[in-house]
């Protein structure tokens, strides 16, 4: 019989072939210097080039081998691995080239940490000798440093890109700092975890340079990155070396002021960068304890967008959390803005908590749905009917689990269960109060959020 494959068929078993794949890699770690002692060096990779003698894995025998089962997908794999004791030399002069090349930040970083310390603990010639190590570590870094805002975005969240400004500026290398914070931070990725490293940086410039890196930056970043803009902001409010504070931190205070709503609507119209922040809690406690201590009219009108705003800041969501943080906050008394802020989220609760709270008289439910079909029409009936307590819908599969989608998703007062008495099945629907029971839950937390926002 002869078979003819026609597109779209699907293989058999003749269609494939069982090959084989060979991979291998070397690496070297448990590293001991000639002394004995363990520098902080993790495992580098080496190519079989480097060996000596050249054919030196020829005549190895394994020292471990594992075997794993073929799986659905997989075939077999055999592994075999090789450990032995080797020196390592490396040329003079070298060896840092070396270690920053064939190693990752995760080795790299480290090792300039512990450069620098040697540095800092060092005395004499030792000093000189550990500072130089580190600072050509640095350069190996700073030239390898991946060019992909992804990329950068990951280090910048993880703390590496603050770990390697701080070494910059722990070995007074301000310029490669500044440089570095140009091309990675400004024209690359911001976050939060980096403002604690900017500070110290910030330090060590003259008050023109660090305005006008700052400019770039906040230009760059407001809107993107208004979360860790406004941290460091805040975080640049307690720092006493700027000659004078308002009028240097002035105009970051009105960039975010301005970006707020940008940020806002871009999330709103879902083509918010990943990157780029919601209006949290924590953002809005940035930005009025940053703003309000440089220009309190800015801090003003950034509350009242907050609380008057088109986008619907959620007071429960935000707002509310927001208040109770500023709340805590040392000085919060002498801002207007703070005051409006936590006194409007107060009379916000002062009125829920007024609303009377009275458990169902009778057996009507709110029924309000979110789907107007025929059968949840049916569901809404029942759920106001002030006399049925209990309802029963026969029907099939399919509209049974229809009508469970839309109990859940509409958080109705209902508890339910399948009979299957009888075919098709019924869902028996009883109607619970649980919208009262959680109005209770609110009712406690407003009293404790109000009871603390009086304070
Ligand atoms: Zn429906």
Known sequence: MVSARR??????????????????????????????????????????EELCPPDLFSSMDPTDLSFSEATGNEGASFERSYHFAALVLWPKGRALAIVAHSAGLSTTLPLLDDLVRQWQQAEGDASSAARSDALELARHIEQQWPKSEWENSGLSRQGDTANFLTSLSCLGTVETAVEFIERVIIAGAYTKADNEALVRVLEQMSEAGRSELLDRLFRKKAVTCIDACADLLRKLTHVDYFQDKSATLGDFSSMLTVALPDVARAEKKGYRRPSACVVSPQLVVDLV??????????????????????????????LLPA??????????????????????????????????????????????????????????????????????YRAVQAKRSHMEATIRSSSCDIDYHTSKKGSPHTLVCRKNQNSYYSKGEQRKRDERDFAMLVQ
């Open 7 to 48: 597109s779209g068929d699907e293989p058999d078993e003749d269609d494939f072939e069982i090959i084989e794949v060979y991979d291998s890699f070397q690496k070297v770690g448990e590293w001991r210097k000639p002394d004995g002692s363990q520098p902080n060096l993790r495992e580098l990779g080496f190519e079989e």
């Open 323 to 392: 208040a109770l943080d500023l709340n805590k906050l040392d000085g919060n008394q002498e801002s207007a803005s703070i005051l409006h802020l936590i006194g409007t989220v107060r009379e916000n609760l002062r009125q829920r908590i007024a609303e009377a709270l009275e458990s169902p008289a009778d057996w009507s439910r709110p029924a309000k749905l979110t789907c107007h079909c025929s059968q949840c029409n049916d569901l809404s009936y029942f759920l106001a009917n002030s006399m049925q307590s209990e309802w029963r």
């Open 289 to 318: 304890a940053g703003i309000d201590p440089i220009d309190p009219y800015s801090a003003s009108i950034v509350v009242e967008w907050l609380l008057t705003g088109p986008q619907d800041i959620d007071m429960d969501d935000v």
